[in-house]
């Protein structure tokens, strides 16, 4: 074989690492629509409000006295699932002068239970 | 051998530089953009945030003996009628009026009652900024009302409702 010269073999090296540096930044680019659309789309599909908003009603229809109380549960409990396609439930109960209170909120994606007390 | 074979490790180095390079270029026009699909819906997001809290404003009672204005707006308008104080409240409240910069937002009010003993839904319009014709691009916020009156043509009394206000820029 011919005499080969290789006086310059580190910038052969260095080539060899820029465009690897360039292969691996084009490969973080390519995924970055993937992982951003993911997040977004979490994001959104959270129930934030709806479970606080929820949270809020039931709260308040705890002091409502017994009968009362049936109709605003089935208010509550029907319109979540005709309107905001979430199975709501809750039911309180009071013992030694504590009220404790179980939420259950489901709409397929995110789940939520809550069990909690008030003096 | 014949002399003059010394690039072949040469034509192999350029055969892999080339390769790297192509490659690179194809994942790169690939991605089309960083402006993420998922960005889009982030108007949305704010248009929503912007209902609900406009909307939680307007439950909130001035104090702890008297019903919120949210609550008292939907107890004393008759069925059918559009209630021009909610429609003044909530334009202030999302900076459609008011002082200050002024948004372009639409909006279409609605409250939803439960039939008691058929368990059916009816929805009764509240108030409307404008016709909704269809083609807006909408979002939904909502909130929830205890009132203490007999609403949604019952007699039964105290009534969970929810408040549906659909949101647009035109």
């Given at each position: 074989m011919a005499r080969l010269n290789d006086d310059a073999q580190w910038i052969v090296l260095m080539g060899f690492l820029v465009s690897f540096s360039f292969f691996f930044l084009a490969l973080v680019i390519n995924q970055a629509t993937v992982v951003g659309q993911t997040t977004a789309e979490s994001v959104i599909e959270f129930p934030k409000n709806d479970i606080r908003d929820v949270r809020h009603v039931i709260g308040e229809s705890v002091r409502i006295p017994y009968p009362e109380n049936v109709t605003v549960y089935n208010d509550i409990t029907l319109l979540s699932m005709n309107r905001k396609s979430a199975v709501v439930d809750y039911r309180n109960f009071t013992l030694d002068n504590t009220t404790y209170i179980q939420i259950h909120y489901n709409n397929e994606v995110t789940e939520y239970n809550e069990y909690n007390w008030t003096p | 051998m014949v002399s003059g074979d010394g690039g072949q490790l040469y034509t192999i180095e350029g055969f892999a530089a080339a390769l790297i390079m192509i490659i690179t270029a194809y994942l790169v026009v690939n991605a089309?953009?960083?402006?993420?699909?998922?960005?889009?819906?982030i108007n949305d997001m704010q248009l929503e945030a912007l209902g609900t809290d406009a909307l939680k404003m307007m439950d909130?009672?001035?104090?702890?003996?008297v019903p919120s204005p949210l609550a008292e707006i939907i107890t004393y308008t008759p069925v059918g009628n559009m209630n021009a104080t909610f429609k003044t409240m909530f334009m202030n409240y999302t900076n459609v009026?008011?002082?200050g910069p002024i948004h372009d937002i639409q909006f279409n009010a609605t409250y939803i009652c439960r039939k008691d003993p058929e368990n059916s839904i009816t929805i009764y319009p509240l108030a409307s900024s404008r016709n909704l014709t269809g083609g807006e691009h909408t979002v939904r916020a909502t909130k929830w009302v205890i009132v203490d009156?007999?609403?949604?043509?019952?007699?039964?009394?105290?009534r969970a409702v929810l408040v549906e206000v659909l949101l647009w820029r035109d």
């Open positions: - | 089309t953009s960083v402006y993420t699909a998922g960005d889009t819906h909130t009672p001035v104090s702890s003996d009026s008011g002082a009156k007999a609403v949604c043509e019952d007699s039964e009394k105290p």
